[in-house]
C-alpha cells in the first residue's frame, strides 16, 4: 500500500534555530501534500496545502514566512520551521494523496516532535 | 469550508461492549467522510471511508460507520470492543472537489480489560 516517509521522527532545536522536516511518498507520486499541526490531547489543524511545483496555501492564523513549505517534486515536501520558539514546540505530520481515479486516499507519515528549548 | 464535531471526548467501555462514536459534520455540498484511529505513539490510520454509494461502511477491525445525509452524520459502531482497541479516533471530512481534509477534535477510547 501507499506508505509516506516523515523525517525526522523527533528532532529538539534550540530557540531561534531552524528546523527542516521531510515528509516523502514512498511509492506513489504525490500531486498533493498536507501539513497539520496536533497539539497533545488535540486533533490535527491542517497549516498548509501543497501541490507540486507551486506555491503552498496557508490556512488563515499560518504565518508562511515562518512555516516555509516547499514541494519541488512528486515524492518530496518539506516544511521548515524558521527561527523556532518553544510555543512551536508540536507535533507535525504531513499527509500526501494519490490521486488515482476513483481510488484516491489520504496517507499520513508518522510524524514528527519538535521540542524548541 | 467544512467542519467536523465529535461529541464525546472520551469514552470507557469494558471489553466486549458495543462501541458507538458520534461525528457530524457541517458543509453543504458532496462530501467524503473518513474515520482514522491513532494508536498510542503511532501515526494515523486509515479505518474505513466513505465517498458514495452504500451509506454503510464497513471497515478494518470490525469497525463501520454510517453515512446518513440528512443528519449529516457518519457515526463509528463496533457491535464488541476490545482492549487492543484503546486508541484515539478522529473523524474527518473532505470536499468532495477539495483536497484538504478537516479532521474533528478526536475522541480518546478506553477498554477496560
Known amino acids: 500500500g501507499a506508505v509516506v516517509s516523515q523525517h525526522p521522527s523527533w528532532v529538539i532545536c534550540k530557540s531561534g534555530t531552524s528546523v527542516k522536516i521531510e515528509c516523502r511518498s514512498l511509492?506513489?507520486?504525490?500531486?498533493?501534500m498536507f501539513w497539520y499541526r496536533q497539539f497533545p490531547k488535540q486533533s490535527l489543524m491542517l497549516m498548509a496545502t501543497s501541490n507540486e511545483g507551486s506555491k503552498a496555501t496557508y490556512e488563515q492564523g499560518v504565518e508562511k514566512d515562518k512555516f516555509l513549505i516547499n514541494h519541488a517534486s512528486l515524492t518530496l515536501s518539506t516544511l521548515t520551521v524558521t527561527s523556532a520558539h518553544p510555543e512551536d514546540s508540536s507535533f507535525y505530520i504531513c499527509?500526501?494523496?494519490?490521486?488515482?481515479?476513483?481510488?484516491?486516499?489520504?496517507?499520513f507519515g508518522s510524524g514528527t516532535r519538535l521540542t524548541v528549548v | 469550508a467544512q467542519s467536523v464535531s465529535q461529541h464525546n471526548h472520551h469514552v470507557i467501555l469494558s471489553e466486549a461492549a458495543s462501541l458507538e462514536l458520534g461525528c457530524n459534520y457541517s458543509?453543504?455540498?458532496?462530501?467524503?467522510l473518513f474515520w482514522y484511529v491513532q494508536y498510542p505513539g503511532q501515526h494515523l490510520q486509515l479505518l474505513l471511508k466513505?465517498?458514495?454509494?452504500?451509506?454503510l461502511v464497513k471497515g478494518i477491525k470490525g469497525f463501520e460507520a454510517e453515512f446518513i445525509k440528512s443528519k449529516f452524520s457518519f457515526n463509528l459502531r463496533k457491535p464488541s470492543v476490545q482492549w487492543s482497541d484503546t486508541a484515539e479516533y478522529f473523524c474527518?471530512?473532505?470536499?468532495?472537489?477539495?483536497?484538504?481534509?478537516?479532521f474533528g477534535a478526536g475522541t480518546r477510547l478506553t477498554v477496560k480489560p
Open positions: 466513505y465517498f458514495s454509494g452504500d451509506p
Open positions: 499527509s500526501a494523496t494519490d490521486w488515482t481515479g476513483l481510488n484516491y486516499g489520504y496517507t
Open positions: 474527518a471530512v473532505t470536499d468532495y472537489n477539495n483536497n484538504d481534509m478537516r
Open positions: 458543509y453543504g455540498g458532496t462530501v467524503n
Open positions: 511509492d506513489f507520486q504525490a500531486t498533493t
